[in-house]
């Protein structure tokens, strides 16, 4: 029997965590929010007020539905209060080591029947699934950012991912309104293992000198019909999840193409991390976006 699932826990209140919730709750799922303290849960239903009221000043949302979903939100800030969820999905930063420790603490709270997801965007489901006493039940359920606007999902079987645990997933992916796109469990998956690169590459083009950030951003603008720029669009996902994405990809792949572009290293170290550390790319802290390089 395929599960139904009506409760949702997600575990991560970040950008993607609370995206998450986001479209959950506005698809009519009872929604636990979790993180490592109530500021940052609370961060994270501050960023989904905000995101829905935009959506209601454009029409995509009524303010009834605004205060519906919100409503259907409620803080977790134990992971004990995610018990009676369906459907748990983990949407912690992008390292093995932490989201193995969420699934052993998190695994023995949940019921037998529930199921367990990752959003991870390049780690192996397969792996992952074996670090749970729910291997049978774990699949991959991978989001684009921002997740209320990106219309993919990226759904990652497990070796031991049972059809029943695809099948529900799939089902609740068609209830958020998503289309999704089924990747084998391989190094970064589908989106990563195409979009990525291509970043990592342009920032050799800005290492080697070959362009500076506004050039090499404007000539995939205009030259390629690319909404934004690789430089600009990785300050949005962030530069150490870049990062992390070109390592899971050169160790899992062995291949040199793949090889983090030492100044994509050098920023990380730096702290300069995008839009979430207003520097990058570009620095965010004034009243336009000016490049650092």
């Not at 698809?27 to 239903?45: K, N, P, Q, T, Y």
């Not at 209060?81 to 949407?91: K, N, R, Y």
């Not at 899992?252 to 193409?257: M, N, T």
């Amino acid at each position: 029997m395929v599960v139904e699932i009506k409760k949702v826990g997600v575990i991560g209140a970040g950008q993607m965590g609370s995206g998450i919730a986001h479209v959950c709750a506005l698809a009519g799922f009872d929604v636990g929010l979790s993180d490592v303290s109530m500021d940052r849960i609370e961060s994270g239903l501050a960023s989904i007020n905000g995101n829905m009221a935009k959506q209601v000043h454009k029409g995509i949302i009524t303010e009834d539905a605004r205060k519906a979903a919100l409503d259907r939100i409620k803080p977790a800030e134990n992971l004990d209060q995610l018990a009676e969820t369906d459907l748990v999905i983990e949407s912690a930063v992008e390292n093995e080591q932490i989201k193995r420790r969420i699934f052993s603490q998190l695994c023995p709270i949940l019921k037998p029947e529930a199921i367990l997801a990752t959003n991870t965007s390049s780690i192996s489901i397969t792996r992952l699934a074996a670090s749970t006493d729910r291997p049978e039940r774990f699949i991959g359920i991978h989001f684009m950012n921002p997740v209320p606007l990106m219309e993919l999902v990226e759904l990652v079987r497990g070796i031991a991912t049972e059809d029943e645990t695809f099948e529900a997933s799939q089902l609740f992916c068609d209830r958020l309104g998503k289309q999704t796109a089924v990747a084998e469990d391989f190094p970064a998956f589908m989106v990563n293992r195409i979009l990525l690169p291509m970043i990592n590459e342009a920032i050799y083009v800005l290492y080697e000198g070959v362009g500076s950030v506004e050039s090499i951003d404007k000539a995939m603008r205009l030259g390629a019909n690319h909404p934004m720029g690789p430089l600009q669009l990785a300050d949005f996902i962030g530069l150490d999840t870049c990062l992390s994405i070109m390592q899971v990809l050169y160790e899992g792949l062995a291949d040199s193409k793949y090889r983090p572009c030492p100044l994509l290293v050098k920023y990380v170290e730096a702290g300069w991390l995008g839009r979430k550390t207003q520097r990058g790319f570009y620095d965010y802290r004034g009243d336009h976006p000016v490049p650092t390089r």
